[in-house]
């Protein structure tokens, strides 16, 4: 068996423990925290968003469904609430992406902010020193990847609830 390799969960938090210390359980916990921000971004660009792409003519009124509270199940046409997602999921992803990016730094490497050879000591450390070996751009790294498994997440979810929304009727 390798010396990587965990026989359980258990043995896996007992060699963590002993090797790297509980501090290292706790590796990226600030960044994570500052992912927090991310709905503060989303969904008020999103709430900005619908209002902006709403059509003058909306709701239409020769619709031919009503539902219980509304004749629109939707607060704007489809189309435009899936664009309005999708900017609104982009423009939160780029302002709070960086964080992303560190608090994977600081989990991955061995030995935790604690060990001599770490690469990273801490969060601040982390910011410094991929802005100085990769400039900005290191921190998005991935970002584009990251997009592609967000966003269709985002649409999904975001729909399920403005149908919801409007069947109990805000």
């Known amino acids: 068996m390798a010396p990587s390799s965990y026989r359980s969960?258990?043995?896996c938090a007992r060699r963590i423990t002993v090797e790297e210390?509980?501090?290292?359980f706790y590796s990226g916990l600030l960044p994570s925290l500052f992912g927090v921000s991310h709905v503060?971004?989303?969904f008020p660009a999103l709430e900005y968003l619908k209002h902006a792409l709403q059509p003058d003519d909306w709701p239409p009124k020769?619709?031919?469904f009503t539902t219980q509270h509304h004749a629109n199940p939707l607060p704007l046409p489809m189309h435009r609430l899936i664009l309005a997602i999708i900017l609104s999921k982009a423009l939160a992803s780029g302002a709070t992406y960086p964080h992303e990016v560190l608090r994977t730094r600081l989990q991955?490497?061995?030995g935790g902010i604690?060990?001599?050879d770490a690469k990273y000591k801490g969060l601040l450390h982390a910011l410094r020193t991929v802005l100085h070996e990769e400039g900005i751009r290191g921190l998005y790294s991935g970002f584009g990847v990251n997009l592609v498994?967000?966003?269709p997440s985002s649409v999904v979810t975001i729909l399920g609830f403005e149908a919801v929304?409007?069947?109990l009727g805000d």
């Open 9 to 11: 969960t258990y043995d």
């Open 165 to 167: 929304r409007s069947w």
């Open 114 to 116: 604690t060990h001599p």
């Open 40 to 42: 503060v971004v989303q």
């Open 149 to 151: 498994r967000t966003v």
């Open 62 to 64: 020769d619709q031919h």
């Open 108 to 110: 991955n490497q061995r």
């Open 21 to 24: 210390g509980l501090r290292t």
